[in-house]
């Protein structure tokens, strides 16, 4: 067990050390239209993810990248321990389109409930997970947060390129020119099947406030039977804070930039009025009159 959360870590390291000596401009390369950090995805990655053989017991993580999926990560596998009391953990990167491509021979090496986390937007995941009907759980945060954890990531992160200015992230950010691309596209695509039966929406705001509500919802979503008190273990054990607090243990160095803050109305120390008056205008165009707008 020890042996493989040290994987683990060693493999985020290994992908941080990769970002050494590179420019912004040489960090991204696109694929099928969207940008994506070279340290951790390729191309030959992403054609062998149509061969990930999903099964219908995964349990399937998405959010846009700094919306809390590691948060997430760190619950579900929390519950999975409580309820079958085997800690899973594997070597590989958590996030299905990062890594080599033989990784997803290996995943089948990995007992189930599987643990499957993606940034991707709904028309790029991989067909199994859609025709084995996985559950699907998706967690949105405001964008404004979302944006300004992105952004003190790539400039906090030891190796990865800073930008030279929060303005200069705030515009690549708007414009879908930064790791994973737009976040409203990210959002459209999502919108578009929140009703569907085996998708569930989570909102990062939601976890905040009441946080033993949500453990108790994604329980019941994902089918795992707990008794209240085991609930609310759980989310003792999964506050922002305690999380946090072993970051170091379960992420290695970059544990403490992955859960840095993790509040919400952060985006009020950096955002000017005009920035915030666009991004508000974008949501509208974007969101603007659907359910997850609301």
Known sequence: MAEKKKDFVDEINKALAKSEGFTLKDLLFS?????YPVTVCSAETFQALENLEARRDDLVLVS????????????????IFTTTQSKHVSA??????????????????????????????????PKSILKNKAKILVLFRNPKDAAVSFF?????APSIP???????????????KVSWGSYFDHAVTWNKH???????VIIYEDLKE?????VKQIAEFFGFSLTPEQIRSVANRATF????DKAEETHGAVGSILFRKGVVGDWKNLFTEAQNQEMDDKFKVCLGGTKLGA
């Open 31 to 35: 694929y099928q239209g969207t940008p």
């Open 241 to 244: 804070q305690a999380v946090k």
């Open 210 to 214: 009441n946080l033993t509500c949500s």
């Open 194 to 200: 929140i009703e569907d039966e085996n998708i569930m």
């Open 64 to 79: 846009y990248p700094k919306c809390g999926v590691n948060w997430l990560i760190q619950i579900l596998s929390d519950l």
């Open 162 to 176: 800073s930008y030279s200015s929060w303005d200069e992230f705030f515009s690549e950010f708007m414009n879908g």
């Open 92 to 125: 590989e990167l958590p996030f299905i389109e990062c890594g080599d491509p033989d990784k997803y021979q290996r995943m089948k090496q990995i007992p189930s409930p599987r643990i499957l986390a993606t940034h991707l937007n709904y028309d790029c995941l």
């Open 152 to 156: 003190h990531f790539h400039n906090s």
